[in-house]
């Protein structure tokens, strides 16, 4: 059997197809049975809004070849609606507050060990915290806590938190930490020896973080284990730099800066 086109028009009469073009604000085009030439202000169900120089507003149907664009012949059609833009988030997962200044400093600090742990809150949390007027101050150990927290002053409207490394029960962290008996004061912590344990090992590539013999520095001593250049800067430098968000970060550390946070910002 012969196939028939159900189309019955001569192909002379058919209408050469024309293209379809977005009616995006600003395109000029020309409606073709009136002549009138403005460009688009808007675009609604089966109509468009054109505006000529003089500012005079005519709304058309928006008819197939019902236009002229440069003179050639088109079809205008309702622009494509975009994707509802999803919020941006901070390195930690909050929503982002853009065009946010930073809050006057809190009488309350945040107090961490060491440089490293600074920098790796700074990296992660630092959005957070200068919307919140928080500062993060670093302690070189936290031998001398009690005596560093009496100097603080700690009350309800400056309180502290401070972040131990290796707060596990028996450690020499966790009896120092014992001694903090302010209300006023939250001391929290992550189980690893040094805060490098925190970042995940999969972020840097390797499989673990290794064993480090009691008695050894151990950040040399890890250098040493995975290989790298015995020159504990550079692998810091090296570790921070792959840190791009909490989920590089053990959930260890995430919720106790979580905490700190809360402890210091929540009335």
């Known amino acids: 059997m012969r196939s028939?086109?159900?189309?019955?028009?001569?192909?002379w009469k058919r209408s050469a197809p024309v293209p379809e073009v977005p009616a995006d604000p600003d395109l000029v085009v020309e409606e073709v049975t009136t002549g009138f030439c403005g460009a688009v202000i808007r675009c609604e169900a089966g109509t468009v809004t054109l505006e000529d120089r003089f500012g005079k507003h005519r709304v058309f149907p928006l008819d197939p070849r019902g236009f002229l664009l440069e003179g050639r012949v088109v079809t205008l059609v309702r622009p494509a609606s975009p994707a509802p833009a999803r919020p941006a988030r901070t390195a930690s997962g909050s929503v982002a507050v853009p065009g946010a200044r930073a809050r006057v400093a809190r009488a309350g600090r945040i107090y961490v060990e060491g440089r490293h742990d600074a920098e790796l809150v700074e990296r992660v949390w630092g959005d957070?915290?200068?919307?919140?007027?928080?500062?993060?101050?670093?302690?070189?150990?936290?031998?001398?806590?009690?005596?560093?927290?009496?100097?603080?002053?700690?009350?309800?409207?400056?309180?502290?938190?401070?972040?131990?490394?290796?707060?596990?029960?028996?450690?020499?962290?966790?009896?120092?930490?014992?001694?903090?008996?302010?209300?006023?004061?939250?001391?929290?912590?992550h189980p690893y020896i040094d805060v490098?344990?925190?970042?995940?090992?999969?972020?840097?590539?390797?499989?673990?973080?290794?064993?480090?013999?009691?008695g050894q520095d151990w950040k040399t001593g890890a250098c040493r284990a995975l290989g790298w250049p015995e020159n504990t800067g550079a692998a810091w430098q090296h570790i921070l730099s792959r840190v791009t968000s909490y989920k590089d970060l053990e959930p260890e550390l995430l919720g106790a800066v979580e905490r700190l946070i809360d402890h210091v910002t929540v009335p």
């Not at 031998?143 to 400056?158: C, H, N, S, T, Y």
């Not at 490098?196 to 480090?212: D, R």
Request: proline residues 12%.
């Open 128 to 189: 957070d915290l200068r919307i919140e007027g928080v500062v993060v101050e670093y302690l070189e150990g936290v031998d001398d806590l009690p005596a560093i927290v009496a100097e603080f002053g700690p009350a309800p409207d400056a309180r502290l938190g401070v972040l131990v490394d290796h707060l596990v029960p028996g450690s020499k962290e966790s009896r120092i930490a014992a001694r903090v008996t302010s209300p006023d004061v939250l001391v929290v912590g």
């Open 4 to 11: 028939y086109n159900p189309d019955l028009t001569p192909p």
């Open 196 to 214: 490098w344990e925190a970042v995940k090992p999969s972020s840097l590539g390797i499989q673990s973080w290794p064993t480090v013999p009691r």
